[in-house]
Structure formats: C-alpha cells, structure tokens
T-cell receptor, first 112, second 116 residues
C-alpha cells in the first residue's frame, strides 16, 4: 500500500494523559498536513510541513499540541494533558508541491 | 466565518440517476478546489480537482463545474451506484489566495444516499 499511513487507528486515553500519533506520507510527497475532524463536520486544518519545516499552525493548535517532521518523511502529532474536547479524528494528508492532498485513514482519539 | 459550504446536508437519489452536489465558496481569491468523498470511519478520498483557469473538468463518471462569477462549485456524478453513498466535501485551497500558507478549508459536507 503506497498511500498515507496513520498509526494507531484508534486510541482511547484517560483525560490528562499524553498521546502521540504517527503519519507516514506518500514517499515522494514533500508536503504533510494534519487535520482534525469532529462528527458531522469537515476536517479542520491544524498544521503543515514542507519537508521538515513547519510552515503554518492553526489557532486550533493550542500549546498542548506539537507536531514534528524531523527528517522530512514521517511526522508525529503529540497532544499533552489530553482533554475530553480533544476527542476527534486526527487526519494526516500529504501532497507533492501544489497538487491535491491525499489523506490517510485517520486516528480516532477518544478521551475518557 | 466559514469560507466553503454546501447547500444541502443530505441528497437522496435513485440508483442509476445522475447526482449534482453543490458548493459555495466565499474567498474570491481562491483558485484551486478539490472534491473529496468520505465513507464512514475512513479518511477523505480525493475525487477530482479544478483550478480557477478552468470552468469544467471531467473524470471517470464525475464532472466538476466552477462558476467564478457566483463563486459556486458543483460535482456531478453520472449513473450513481450504491458505492457512491458517502459524504462529499468540497475544499478550497487557500495556498493560492495570497494567504502565504498552505492548507484546505472544508465545508460541512453533503451526505449522498443512493436509493435502490
């Protein structure tokens, strides 16, 4: 499978715990995006990397959220001190230059 | 406010009929648009895209129409099949609108239901 891969697919965590998600983009894609999607809504942009540089962060990305893409390949999204409001589907996408973004299957986070 | 939206939350069509899903956008400077299909529990799947220098683009059973005058986008699906049942999102790429950052703004989506 050469698509965008996300791990884990599902995560249940207790409020206050830290969680980390991983995204492996399509191999030749230089751009990587993180989005968040809640039930009944479209995905909302969180942050964007071009190679290893994080070029943009949404106001949705509070200081409890941090994303990295250390070698310009895979990326991680960490949420510290999770809150119930963080429960959502976290989507990763990648693109080559200004082409269309292709999404992974997402990580569904449930904070209890 | 929301930059991209859809006119109908749910659209029900008979199998074999054509479907038209509409989308309005508000940023007149945006010049790249994408339609995605999302099935329950899955990530959005790319269907077709269009840039603002085009009015129409066709794919396999799908056509996207762009009317920049009224800032309207539509997705036409020919001869709908049960597998077309999903939520469809239009997305506006604001990388090309002079904002200086890259990303997509999505609407809420239209749930397409195919009746047998």
């Amino acid at each position: 499978d050469t698509g965008v891969s996300q791990d884990p697919r599902h995560k249940i965590t207790k409020r206050g715990q830290n969680v980390t998600f991983r995204c492996d983009p399509i191999s030749e894609h230089n751009r990587l995006y993180w989005y968040r999607q809640t039930l009944g809504q479209g995905p909302e942009f969180l942050t964007y990397f071009q190679n290893e540089a994080q070029l943009e962060k949404s106001r949705l990305l509070s200081d409890r959220f941090s994303a990295e893409r250390p070698k310009g390949s895979f990326s991680t999204l960490e949420i510290q001190r999770t809150e119930q409001g963080d429960s959502a589907m976290y989507l990763c996408a990648s693109s080559l230059g200004g082409g269309p973004a292709f999404f992974g299957q997402g990580t569904r986070l449930t904070v209890v | 406010g929301e930059s991209v939206g859809l006119h109908l939350p749910t659209l029900s069509v008979q199998e074999g009929d054509n479907s038209i899903i509409n989308c309005a956008y508000s940023n007149s400077a945006s010049d790249y648009f994408i339609w995605y299909k999302q099935e329950s529990g899955k990530g959005p799947q790319f269907i077709i895209d269009i840039r603002s220098n085009m009015d129409k683009r066709q794919g396999q059973r799908v056509t996207v129409l762009l009317n920049k005058t009224v800032k309207h986008l539509s997705l036409q699906i020919a001869a709908t099949q049960p597998g077309d049942s999903a939520v469809y999102f239009c997305a506006e790429n604001w990388a090309y609108s002079g904002g200086g950052a890259d990303g997509l703004t999505f609407g809420k989506g239209t749930h397409l239901i195919i009746q047998p």
